[in-house]
């Protein structure tokens, strides 16, 4: 196995060679940027995904039997860290390539791998989660979208909502009830679903960014293959256990927001206030900046933490959630300093606002983080269970069958 190093040299040279350096218009806070034309982001997220997987950029930690390279997390941070200073758009494959591929190594079929892993690392086909429902965002393990087993096909009628890429996924990662007549845990079933169908109608929920990177599902009378099953009947909540689990690591401890990316946009911010309006920071602002720097390095430190319990085989649990929180804490002060450190410029958005508006993209988009992959309030309480051993939430219902609690 190549080591850390060599291999941190290579990326280097090869994004040097082959790709666009970020500018300040790249502001790595601005986690839900729009795209005017959308269509053509999703090709051009398309064709560069294929270049890094002909390159051998791609599953750096998959399997080398399914297409990856077998290389450690430690890698996959390297690359995080070099391929931060630099113009790759292909955010919108990090549900498959970070959630719905980690899930099937784990726990698909040798078929099911073989006919979504490839494709999923060329970038041909986009992926969505389908998890959250109106009553079932906190509790995932209460979700009402039914799938009826109807021959060799499941029968799903239902609603989901806060999917992030619904409108341009080819595939979904959907968590069903199959039985509501057991405990809600016990009830679930963990589906693939062609999100090209008859039946499955996806609507956009508006930003106040303006955007609609969200949105909310409709299923009716959707079918999926009984062969699209993960995991087995039943088994939906140990399987959506492994995305989620993926989710939290992957969004907070191998963000964007890298060290030297950020710094990198808060010096260009800094530039551009001083050339607009001929001010220097204050003391204040100072501080705060610095206080900026000793949370992205505390984040990455504890992303080392997360690096090595991968490294052993583990799956983290509550350092997951911990770095999540973190990670939300972080994006909101660094986006709030942004909008602060240019005073009334702070005010305007788009071609009017310095660095085309991003950082007014990203304050408006900071809350939807404290949401994405699980709110602050449920990472909270994860942590106090799991770490600080805290009395646990009363879970009334937990044993009784589901189709008895929820219609009470």
């Not at 955010?91 to 899930?103: D, E």
């Not at 401890?253 to 920071?281: F, H």
Request: charged share 20%; net charge negative.
């Amino acid at each position: 196995m190549i080591p850390v190093d060599e291999f941190r040299t290579e990326a280097r040279t090869w994004l040097a060679e082959h790709a666009t350096p970020r500018t300040a218009e790249g502001n790595p806070a601005a986690v839900f940027a729009e795209h005017p034309d959308e269509e053509a982001h999703v090709e051009r997220s398309k064709e560069w995904q294929r270049r890094l997987h002909d390159a051998g950029w791609a599953g750096l930690t998959w399997p080398e039997q399914y297409g990856g390279r077998g290389l450690t997390p430690s890698h996959q941070i390297v690359w995080a860290e070099e391929a931060a200073d630099f113009d790759i758009p292909t955010a919108i494959f990090s549900i498959g390539l970070g959630m719905a591929g980690p899930t099937l190594i784990v726990w698909g079929t040798e078929q099911q791998k073989d006919r979504w892993l490839p494709p999923m690392l060329l970038g041909d086909e986009i992926w969505c989660q389908l998890f959250s429902e109106p009553d079932a965002g906190s509790d995932v393990a209460a979700v009402r979208t039914r799938a009826v087993l109807d021959g060799e096909e499941y029968v799903v009628n239902g609603q989901k909502v806060w999917t992030s890429g619904a409108h341009y996924s080819k595939w979904g990662m959907l968590l069903a009830r199959t039985d509501p007549d057991v405990p809600k845990h016990a009830g679930l079933t963990y589906l693939i679903i062609d999100m090209d169908q008859p039946g499955v109608e996806v609507r956009p929920l508006r930003q106040m960014t303006g955007g609609a990177n969200f949105n909310e599902v409709f299923f009716h009378d959707a079918r999926v293959p009984q062969e699209n099953v993960v995991g087995g009947p039943g088994m939906g909540w140990n399987v959506a256990i492994t995305t989620l689990m993926n989710e939290r690591t992957s969004i907070g401890a191998l963000s964007s927001l890298e060290s030297q990316s950020a710094d990198t946009a808060l010096l260009q911010l800094m530039d551009a206030v001083a050339e607009a309006t001929g001010a220097q920071q204050t003391p204040v602002m100072r501080a705060r900046l610095a206080d900026l720097r000793v949370r992205m390095k505390v984040l990455e430190f504890h992303a080392a933490r997360i690096v090595a319990r991968l490294a052993q085989g583990e799956i983290p649990t509550a350092e997951g959630s911990a770095a999540k929180l973190m990670l939300s804490d972080l994006l909101t002060r660094f986006a709030t300093w942004g909008i602060d450190a240019q005073g009334p410029y702070g005010t305007l958005d788009g071609a009017d606002a310095l660095a085309d508006g991003s950082w007014a993209g990203a304050f408006l988009g900071a809350p939807g983080v404290r949401i994405a992959g699980g709110t602050d309030e449920i990472m909270r309480n994860i942590i106090g269970e799991r770490v600080l051993d805290l009395p646990r939430e009363p879970r009334v219902g937990r044993d009784l069958p589901f189709s008895g609690v929820a219609d009470g």
